[in-house]
């Protein structure tokens, strides 16, 4: 050991010795022995051996670093040169950090706690948030963020004071160093076999970086030292020499070779892994994309060179799965300027090898965290990232390496043409898509977009965007979903989330933040490079799977990323960079391509929700929902539908109409006939896919999106759409607004605005706390003018994920209608006039004026008129608002229309003269000609003579209206766009698509017929206002009467209300246009024909009216009865849960009060039978039983104590009641024979049993049975059957026992409550008696049985250790004392329910839950077993002087309690519960009356021992003086004086003062006795109270003490208050003085053997408060920064769920295995401890409280909220929380009131693992 010792000596002497050395002339000399001293010291021969030869090296390495100086002080020393501008913290996943909005330059932006709170940033919009992958503090680096934010320490720029380092302060470290990082690198090259088969052995890696721990440690510590060091340590790692020397493996040293060797067999390993991949993958080499690779991304893919140290160490720690160590060690570095450029690139010549690394992983997840770990540092950073892409093409690198990674997992696609398709997609299922793993690249590349030089460089180079296109069409259509028509898919794939998120992640990010920098007129160009490059990847996939104009049948893909690219690039160009948008339109057949896929996708929404995709699963469901979700929608269907917008602006309306309706399968529908074949759709799909068409179109014609609304109004927009549908949470509203989905666009686009927006549409609804509610949060609701103005159903219908959604908004806003008296019906939705459009978009109103829509809505007019089937009032209210939209948004020359239309008239077949919806609608149709089954009425019919061709054209310009044919006229459009754009029209050549639109006629058997209309659009809405009001003449203009109606349209009885309403509007607007179509609406209405249908369908209408009335009047009934059963059960409620409603009366309670009746009768809630209770079918009452040590927390202080949020702080439980009842019971034990002490105290202060009941009864084998139900019922409940669990059959509320009730005979009650005349002394014998009289063992009845199994409930509920209090255990005294306790404890909880005293009088709450009565009988028939030896009865100290006096002789045992030291309270329930029941008013007064001369005698006592000397003696004096006087036995001043008198016999008064009372004056002498005995008064009048019924009197505070003596009869007769002495109730049955004077001389005697203990047992009352929990500081901050780093006391490591007792403060560790014992868990452990069951915990880090009763537990919720008055469960936002004060007062009300169990409803069991 001493050679040890010396060779630790040895090393400082040679060092001292090389350092001199080296400082001297022969330095060169000095350095190669040092170089020979370090090479022996860190031979790697030596092997890794063990940890000695670790720390033997590293202890040579310090002795050496600092020169053979004491290590400490060479820390201090270099620390000195520390210019710390800088923090640069590293820290790993979990910890605890904080981001500042308002300060960060850079959304990554991060401080550590320390730097945050010495910041300044209050008021800044910060939170708090849990690192996921690590991170490094920024304060000081004004790259990331403002200056204004930095903490005091690194505010300070010092780099010019900071002195110069002296040279050989570090000579030594920069010698030392290279040899020992080199040493390391050998050790790592060691380690490292090639692993066989791709499989690294990960022990042999793990072992390695276990040995290497302490080197790396070391390092670390190094980089801790500041500045100098780490500037010393840059040099070492980035010199070239120094790598060159060290490790060319060339020299004599077997060794390095040998290593040398290794390292490059690893570097082959892991470079040229690629050509072998690439024949393996199976892509052919022409495939599209895999030979896009030109030789210099081979390169950057396979050619790694190291040069310096820092090189080969990144290497290692990339092939070692990036040890945490080395990430610290690596990033510990980087403030160091020098190091992060040279780092930086080093990391990006390393990028193709990390994506290998990770693509091999098995550990993927932390190999991703530990990675942008390192990268989110050095590319946050926009001059690092603008240096390294200019000098090491960074974006090159990166797009290269993305590519190549998607590359392994393509799969060709299925799309379209699934045999010659030549497309590639990724495949989902692939590990790398599906775990996520690109997520590292993508979120780096993301970052190094959002700076704007980096993303004007991408987009300015050609070559780089047509890569980047390359790679994103690799995602164009991937996951394709195929629709099952036969049954039901077997497997389900869950691709879907990896296909949404790859999308969103790897093409919608980069897209956002490439648009983020497109926002200004001068960057034009950058959007027609992209715009080229998507076309050119569009055209090239199209021509990849073969389109040219059909889509194939039953297929789906969501994603099309190139469609989006070119969508949200156009909308940017045309929004901010006022380009031109038809420069940059491809032409009209590209745009017909374009427009098939994401229409493909509308009619696939429709479809799915229609239940045509059914047996594909649910999963299809979820991609339609995820397709509009808040994350996802501006990233897919906003751009999907704003490129359809575009495509319907450009492209022919006709053509685009067409397009839609047959897309959505439902052309056959629109037939004028009353029936037709649909080849394409089941017709119970019929209604809601034509609702999905129109409502498509509605949503294409008014959503404005990206067609001229501004930021602000589109937030407003979303903002009222989301509002409308619910209330919302402030951060539920901020997660449903679609934001820019690139989140490292940091900040939510105008998120100023987001606040101001709020408070202008919405209202906060402030948290509401009902006890016995739920919690609430704060709410936000819209505002009335909201509902009236901005309510807008178009947007909640794009918006909704859930269609009940849109049901919910409407349900909202008829109620609002309702409220606010607007409309009283069902109304319609809302027509909301739309921002104007852009100019570029003008051509999208085309669409309202051409013919074909208006033959559609003209069509569904007529059905709807007609009654065909299959049509809804949605389609209805769809076909208005289309109407509507045309007429707001008409052409403005109506004449010149016509003329021109002339043209394209003969297509349509004389339907309409025109395309102008304002014309059209007043054109009359006489006759159509339509295509029906045979089987059709209308074939029958002949058609009318006058059809004939000359007889038509005497009528105005209509002559048959032909067949119209959508799909036929789709196909004659689309062919002339082709030819129009191709000059060579001959080569276009039909392709043969699956002709699966047949042509209409195609099918024999239909039939044409000619039907007679006779209608137009305007005369169709008037009929249908008819049928709608089901009045005939409905109608009436309204601009006859008032013509000002045509001049101001705008009225607001128009704006709200149904169907009719929306007639009339459009009506007006009709009228309002045209002055023909106002003239041709008078003639309808004059004519008012009735309606066109055949009689039979009026009188078929006039039934379904009928029917509509009934049904209107059965729907009123059934709500009638519908409030009325809500009010009947509200009211039960209030009378059988809320804790707060005191005038509730239960069967119990009508049981006491009324006295007629002679039995009381009770109601069985199982078998509905009344009756009364009696011996043989007993009835019980539903009790719930439970332990609680809730008594036990009172303090004798009115403040609660504080949380310990600091080390000083701590709380003691030394001043609990608990603690104190405790001491004195043990004191006690000391002293006295253990059977008297055993009844001289209540125990149940900790573990008392308290029992509640609802109030409902049932008879007892009535509950057997049900309880055997409950057992044979297998559904999981939140109870336990087996412990005897069960919930009130009535009312639902938690219980675990029935407490028999006594047959009572309620008229004896009358009886006893007659005064008796008797005297004081007859009344004591008599009680003495009745004692005496043996409690005889109950005959076996049912009853008895039932009251014993309730008694062993009662025992059972509480642990042992709170029952066994006898020295002797068993012993009967226990169960005596264990059972007046029950009736204790259940008392002092009433009063504690009441607020600690009796003054609010009444039958309060606590009485309504309590059953005292019962309780009593069961206690009372098991405590008269009990026969008290007559010797010791107390009766007889109380109320006889003692004869004998030689009781001293028996002196071997201990002596009995004196009696001055008994409870009073205790007393009392023992001597009533022993007196056989029921027991007599007239006896229960007179042992009151006893006990009070007692306790008056201890309040004397206790106050003579506090009074000071001279007062003892003149109060001694004056109380002599009066003796005599005739009251004296009434006036305290006599008794105090011969207390004092007597106990002066004694040695009592003789030890030390105790604290003195001044006691003044007599008031206060009175005041302090009136204090003394009230908690006895209290509880004395509660028990009579319960007994014995009749009201407790209310009374003011002060004058409690004379309320409660009259109520219970010790004031003889009430005397006026101002002459009223306490004393006066004194009634003393025998003389007083001689009682006094034998209760002394006990004292007396006990005071020669122990003086000391004398006054410490006097019973001296202190006042208890009310129970609390413990008080909670403001701030949650407070709290989480104290404990979340706390260490456990029991196994002194930082909990991973750290959580605090809200009772006692008690640290403890949640389901913290370390803390275990005998399987319980601490959580449990402490709650049985503490609140015998029950504990209230505080999760640190998730501020919830959690609630542990008995076997199971609940998250109550929490008690802190943000501004909002939301919860942040799990501290997810990270917001500021503050305490909320009415929540947490309703949790102590619970604890108190022992309410947890009825008013929580999810209970689990913890099976002890909390």
Not at 1634 to 1642: F, H, K, L, N, V
Request: some cysteine; proline content about 5%; hydrophobic content about 35%.
């Amino acid at each position: 050991m001493a050679g040890a010792g010396a060779s630790g000596r040895d090393k400082w002497e040679t060092a001292k010795e090389l350092k001199k050395a080296l400082g001297g002339e022969d330095g060169s000399a000095a350095a190669d022995d040092l170089r020979t001293l370090l090479e022996r010291v860190l031979a790697p021969e030596a092997g890794p051996g063990g940890g000695e030869a670790a720390a033997e090296a590293l202890e040579w390495c310090r002795c050496l670093l600092s020169g053979g100086e004491p290590w400490d002080s060479f820390v201090q020393a270099v620390r000195a040169y520390d210019p710390a501008t800088l923090c640069g913290l590293v820290w790993t996943a979990n910890f605890v950090a904080y981001r500042c909005r308002t300060c960060g330059i850079s959304p990554c932006m991060s401080l550590c706690a320390e730097c945050f709170h010495q910041g300044e940033h209050a008021g800044h919009d910060y939170n708090m948030f849990r690192s996921q992958a690590g991170g490094a503090c920024d304060c000081g680096d004004s790259n990331v963020m403002r200056e204004a934010g930095f903490c005091k320490r690194h505010r300070i720029k010092s780099n010019s004071n900071v002195p110069c380092v002296p040279k050989d302060l570090l000579m030594m470290s920069e010698l030392v160093l290279p040899q020992f990082i080199f040493s390391l690198i050998q050790h790592l090259r060691e380690g490292y076999n090639e692993p066989a088969l791709d499989l690294p052995s990960e022990k042999d890696l793990h072992k390695i970086l276990q040995v290497l721990e302490p080197h790396v440690s070391f390092l670390e510590d190094l980089t801790k030292m500041g500045g100098a060091m780490r500037s010393v340590l840059t040099q070492v790692l980035t010199s070239q020499q120094f790598y060159k020397n060290l490790t060319s493996g060339v020299g004599e040293n077997a060794y390095a070779k040998k290593s040398h060797e290794k390292y490059l067999i690893a570097l082959k390993g892991s470079g040229l892994a690629f050509p072998e991949d690439k024949l393996a993958c199976g892509v052919q080499e022409q495939g599209a994309g895999t030979s896009t690779l030109a030789v210099q991304d081979q390169s950057i893919m396979d050619v790694l060179k190291h040069k310096c140290f820092l090189e080969e160490l990144l290497f290692w720690t990339i092939k070692y799965e990036f040890p945490q160590k080395m990430v610290t060690f690596l990033l510990n570095m980087l403030p160091d300027q020098d190091y992060k450029i040279a780092f930086t690139k080093t990391f990006v010549q390393h990028y193709a090898f990390i994506m290998k690394t990770l693509k091999k992983s098995h550990e993927s997840d932390t190999m991703s965290n530990r990675i942008v770990h390192i990268s989110v540092q050095l590319f946050s950073n926009e001059e690092l990232a603008r240096q390294v892409t200019e000098e090491c093409q960074l974006l090159e690198i990166m797009v290269t390496v993305l590519l190549y990674m998607m590359e392994s997992c393509l799969i060709k696609s299925e799309l379209q043409d699934e045999e010659n398709s030549l497309h590639v997609v990724v495949n989902c299922g692939e590990a790398l898509l599906k775990n996520n793993t690109y997520w590292p690249l993508v979120s780096d590349f993301i970052n190094i977009l959002s700076h704007q030089s980096v993303a004007k460089k991408f987009l300015d180079d050609h070559s780089l965007l047509v890569t980047w296109m390359n790679f994103v069409s690799f995602f164009q259509g991937m996951n394709l979903n195929k629709r099952e028509l036969n049954e039901h898919v077997e497997f389900e794939s869950q691709t879907y989330y990896a296909a949404f998120a790859a999308e969103l992640e790897a093409c919608a990010q980069p897209m956002w933040g490439l648009l983020s920098h497109c926002k200004v007129r001068e960057t034009q160009e950058y959007t027609r490079n992209v715009v080229r490059y998507c076309l050119e990847a569009l055209q090239d996939w199209f021509d990849a799977i073969n389109f040219v104009d059909e889509p194939a049948p039953n297929q789906v893909t969501f994603h099309l990323p190139l469609h989006r690219y070119f969508a949200m690039f156009l909308s940017k160009a045309v929004k901010c960079q006022e380009l031109d948008l038809d420069t940059i339109l491809p032409d009209q057949e590209m745009l017909m391509k374009l427009m098939i896929h994401p229409l493909q996708i509308q009619a696939s929404l429709s479809e799915i929700h229609s239940n045509m995709w059914v047996r594909n699963g649910l999963q299809i469901k979820g991609q339609a929902m995820t397709y509009v979700q808040s994350h996802f929608c501006n990233s897919m269907i906003d751009p999907d539908i704003y490129l359809l917008q575009v495509c319907a602006s450009r492209l022919d309306p006709d053509y685009f109409i067409s397009s839609v309706f047959e897309r959505f399968k439902v052309v056959d529908l629109l037939t004028m006939a009353s029936q037709h074949q649909n080849t394409v759709l089941d017709s119970e799909h019929e209604r809601s896919m034509l609702e999905g068409a129109l409502t498509f179109l509605v949503l294409l014609l008014s959503l404005r999106l990206h067609l001229g609304m501004t930021d602000d109004e589109i937030l407003r927009a979303e903002m009222v759409a989301q509002l409308c549908m619910n209330d919302r949470t402030h951060s539920s509203l901020l997660d449903l607004i679609p934001e820019n989905p690139n989140p490292k666009s940091g900040i939510i686009p105008g998120s100023l605005s987001f606040e101001s927006v709020l408070s202008s549409v919405a209202d906060f609804k402030a948290p509401v706390f009902e006890p016995g509610g739920s919690m609430q949060q704060g709410m936000y609701t819209p505002k009335a003018e909201v509902w009236d103005k901005e309510f807008d159903p178009v947007m909640v219908i794009l918006r909704t994920v859930y269609r009940r959604d849109v049901q919910s908004a409407m349900d909202r806003y008829t109620a609002f209608l309702k409220q606010s008296g607007k409309f009283p019906g069902n109304p319609w939705p809302p027509y909301k006039k739309r921002t104007p459009l852009h100019p570029s978009y003008k051509g999208l109103i085309k669409l309202l004026h051409c013919k074909t829509l208006h033959i559609v809505l003209f069509t569904l007019l007529y059905k709807m008129l007609m009654d065909h089937q299959n049509l809804s009032e949605h389609v209805l209210c769809m076909v208005l608002y289309l109407i509507e939209l045309g007429l707001e948004n008409s052409p403005e020359q109506e004449s010149d229309e016509e003329e021109s239309a002339g043209g394209q008239e003969r297509c349509h077949d004389s339907w309409f003269p025109g395309s102008n919806l304002v014309s059209n609608m007043r054109h009359f149709i006489n006759y159509v000609r339509v295509r029906v089954p045979e089987t059709a009425p209308e074939v029958k019919k002949e058609p009318p003579a006058s059809t004939s061709s000359d007889g038509l054209a005497s009528s105005q310009n209509s002559g048959t209206a032909q067949v119209f044919s959508l799909v036929a006229e789709r196909r004659k459009k689309f062919q002339e766009i082709i030819n129009r754009n191709t000059s060579e029209a001959n080569q276009v050549v039909r392709p043969k698509t699956s002709m699966k639109w047949s042509a209409p006629g195609a099918t024999p058997q239909l039939a044409t017929a000619i039907l007679e209309v006779k209608e137009s659009i305007l005369s169709l809405l008037i009929k249908l206002h008819h049928k709608l009001s089901g009045k005939q003449n409905s109608y009436y203009p309204p601009w006859l009467d008032d013509v000002d109606v045509l001049i101001h349209p705008e009225i607001p009885r128009y704006s709200h209300g149904d169907g009719m309403t929306a007639v009339e509007r459009i009506l007006l607007k009709a009228a309002v246009q045209s002055r023909l179509n106002k003239r041709i609406i008078e003639e309808i209405c004059r004519k008012v024909t009735p309606p066109v249908p055949p009689k039979k369908i009026s009188s078929a209408e006039k039934k379904t009216l009928d029917k509509e009335e009934r049904r209107q009047k059965a729907r009123e009934r059934q709500q009638k009865l519908l409030a009325e059963f809500a009010s009947r059960q509200k009211s039960f409620m209030e009378t059988a849960m809320d804790v707060e409603s005191p005038d509730a009366d239960t069967a119990m309670e009508v049981a006491t009060s009324e006295q007629h009746v002679s039995e009381a009768i009770y109601d069985c809630v199982i078998c509905g039978q009344s009756g009364p209770s009696t011996e043989d079918r007993p009835t019980g009452l539903v009790v719930l039983l439970q332990a609680s040590s809730v008594l036990g927390q009172c303090r004798n202080s009115t403040e609660p104590k504080k949380l310990p949020t600091t080390e000083e702080e701590q709380i003691y439980p030394w001043d609990t009641c608990a603690a104190l009842h405790d001491v004195r019971l043990t004191t006690l034990q000391r002293y006295f024979k253990d059977s008297s002490c055993l009844q001289a105290v209540s125990i149940g202060w900790e573990g008392g049993v308290y029992v509640q009941t609802c109030g409902h009864t049932l008879h007892i084998d009535c509950h057997k049975s049900y309880m055997e139900s409950l057992r044979n019922d297998q559904v999981l409940q939140g109870f336990s059957v087996d412990k005897g669990e069960f919930t009130c059959p009535l009312c639902r509320q938690f219980a675990n026992s029935v407490l028999p009730c006594y047959p009572g005979n309620n008229a004896e009650r009358g009886l006893w409550q007659s005064h008796s005349n008797k005297c004081m002394q007859d009344l004591v014998q008599e009680v003495e008696d009745l004692q005496e009289q043996l409690g005889t063992f109950p005959s076996e009845t049912n009853l008895s049985k039932e009251m014993e199994s309730v008694m062993k409930d009662i025992k059972s509920t509480t642990q042992k250790k709170y029952t066994d209090y006898s020295k002797s255990p068993g012993s009967p005294d226990n169960d005596f004392l264990f059972m007046y306790s029950v009736a204790r404890t259940n008392l002092e909880l009433e009063l504690v329910h009441r607020g600690g005293n009796l003054c609010s009088g009444g039958a309060s709450t606590a009485g309504k839950r309590s059953c005292l009565n019962q309780l009593f009988h069961v206690l009372a028939m098991h405590m008269r077993l009990y026969s008290i030896d007559s010797a010791y009865n107390p009766w007889r100290k109380l109320t006889q002087p003692m004869q004998d006096k030689n009781s001293e002789l028996v002196s071997e045992e201990l002596p009995e309690v004196p009696v001055l030291y008994r409870d009073v309270s205790s007393l009392l329930l023992i001597q009533i519960l022993t007196m056989p029941q029921p027991l007599h008013k007239e006896h229960f007064t007179c042992i009151i009356k006893v006990l009070f001369t007692l306790l008056y005698t201890q309040a004397l006592a206790a106050l003579s021992v506090k009074c000071s000397a001279e007062d003892r003696i003149a109060w001694k004096e004056s109380g002599a003086l009066k003796k005599n006087t005739s009251s004296g036995e009434k006036s305290w001043e006599v008794l105090l004086g011969h207390v004092i008198s007597e106990l002066s016999k004694g040695k009592i008064y003789e030890e030390g003062e105790t604290e003195e009372l001044t006691l003044v004056n007599r008031d206060s002498v009175e005041c302090y006795l009136q204090q003394f005995c009230l908690p006895f008064l209290r509880i004395t009048s509660l028990l009579q109270h319960h007994l014995f019924g009749g009201d407790l009197p209310s009374c003011q505070e002060d004058e409690e003490f004379t309320v409660l003596a009259n109520c219970l009869g010790l004031l003889p007769s009430f005397q006026s208050a101002h002459q009223f002495t306490s004393a006066s109730c004194l009634d003393w049955p025998v003389p007083a003085f001689d009682m006094i004077s034998q209760w002394c001389s006990e004292l007396a005697s006990f005071a020669e053997r122990h003086p000391d203990q004398v006054k410490v047992l006097l019973i001296q009352e202190p006042k208890w408060g009310l129970p609390r929990l413990l008080q909670l500081p403001e701030n949650y901050n407070t709290i989480f920064q104290y404990y979340h780093r706390k260490t456990c006391t029991v196994c002194t490591k930082v909990p991973k769920d750290p959580a605090v007792c809200l009772v006692c403060g008690t640290f403890v560790c949640l389901k913290g295995l370390c803390c275990k014992q005998q399987s319980y868990c601490e959580c449990v452990l402490h709650s049985q401890n503490c609140g015998a069951g029950t504990g209230i915990f505080l999760l640190i880090n998730a501020s919830v409280i959690i609630i542990i009763r008995g076997h199971r537990f609940c998250l109550w919720g929490s008690v802190y909220l943000d501004a909002h008055g939301e919860e942040d469960r799990d501290l997810r936002r990270g917001k500021p929380l503050y305490i909320c004060k009415e929540r947490y007062k309703v949790l102590e009300q619970q604890w108190v009131s022992h309410t947890f169990d009825h008013i929580n409803k999810r209970w689990g069991p913890h099976y002890n693992g909390l």
